[in-house]
């Protein structure tokens, strides 16, 4: 059975994520062996990735969106929907282990800008994942520091896609 263009979409943009998944696990190391990706939940965060595209694309009037934005709604829905869970004893949950899906929304969707959260400065990098867990996730903030930290690494020119 054939998949519909928007069906292909879906599957090829979780397989993307579940890569990035696996980058992290590999980044992350052995501490780490108790986390594992929800593939129903990443589902729903690519559905509703695409929901809130295509809504953006016929408000605007466009036929895609840019980089930006890709990685703004990318990590808006992992970090609402959390599709990474873990498993692990009390005594083995540390603050890192808290933050894993925010680390995750992160570099999900920043591998669109081609933008390793790696080369963030500390301060930076933290006062994201606290935005990420602990603030109401609005894509249009997201656009914004997304834009500006594009622009602060090399320069970031909107575009006209219609």
């Known amino acids: 059975m054939a998949l519909t263009c928007y069906q292909e979409k879906i599957a090829r943009r979780q397989n993307l994520l579940e890569l990035t998944f696996s980058g992290l696990r590999e980044h992350l190391g052995s501490d780490f062996e108790h986390i594992e990706l929800n593939r129903a939940i990443l589902h729903n965060v690519v559905q509703s990735y695409f929901h809130d595209v295509n809504r953006h694309k016929n408000f605007h009037g466009t036929e ?41 929304a992160m570099r999900g969707g920043m591998a669109f800008m081609k933008i390793s959260p790696d080369i963030l400065p500390e301060p930076l990098y933290a006062d994201m994942l606290y935005t990420l867990r602990y603030r109401s996730i609005d894509e249009r903030i997201l656009f914004v520091w997304l834009a500006t930290l594009q622009s602060a690494l090399g320069g970031y020119i909107p575009r006209t896609n219609k």
């Open 64 to 104: 895609r969106v840019d980089e930006v934005k890709q990685a703004a709604y990318t990590m808006k829905w992992i970090a609402k929907l959390r599709p990474v869970q873990f498993s692990c004893p009390e005594d083995v949950v540390s603050k890192p282990i808290l933050y894993v899906n925010e680390v995750f």
